[in-house]
Nanobody
Framework: QVQLVESGGGLVQAGGSLRLSCAAS????????MGWYRQAPGKKRELVAA???????YYTDSAKGRFTISRDNAKNTLALQMNSLKPEDTAMYYC?????????????????WGQGTQVTVSS
C-alpha cells in the first residue's frame, strides 16, 4: 500500500512561516513527480507547487516568491517552505505523487494523495 503522510501544519500569524513535510512509503517514489495542493471551504482544490523527479518546479502565481518546494529523494520526503503567510493561504494542504518523473499540474495526473494538514493564518 502506497502512503503519503503530511505534517507541519498549524496556526500562525500573518507574515509568519511554516514548513510542511510529506513522507512517502517505498523507494519507488524517490524520483516521482510530486506536488502540494490546497483546498479552502467552498473553493476548488488548487495546485500550489509541483516538482519533477529531476527537480524542475512550478508555482501558482500567489505562491511565487513566498513558497519553496523541495525534495530529498534519498529519504522519500517532500517539503513546502511557506514564508510571508497571508490569511488567504488558510486551507487544508495535501501532498500528492504521480507515477512518472515529469512535472504534473493537473489533479487527475496524480495517483496518490495524503490525508492533508491544516494551515490557518490569522490576520
Amino acid at each position: 500500500q502506497v502512503q503519503l503522510v503530511e505534517s507541519g501544519g498549524g496556526l500562525v500569524q500573518a507574515g509568519g512561516s511554516l514548513r510542511l513535510s510529506c513522507a512517502a512509503s517505498g523507494s519507488m517514489f524517490s524520483r516521482n513527480a510530486m506536488g502540494w495542493y490546497r483546498q479552502a471551504p467552498g473553493k476548488k482544490r488548487e495546485l500550489v507547487a509541483a516538482i519533477s523527479g529531476s527537480g524542475s518546479t512550478y508555482y501558482t502565481d500567489s505562491a511565487k516568491g513566498r513558497f519553496t518546494i523541495s525534495r530529498d529523494n534519498a529519504k522519500n520526503t517532500l517539503a513546502l517552505q511557506m514564508n510571508s503567510l497571508k490569511p488567504e493561504d488558510t486551507a487544508m494542504y495535501y501532498c500528492a505523487a504521480g507515477d512518472g518523473w515529469r512535472l504534473l499540474v493537473q489533479p487527475g495526473e496524480y495517483g496518490y494523495w495524503g490525508q492533508g494538514t491544516q494551515v490557518t493564518v490569522s490576520s
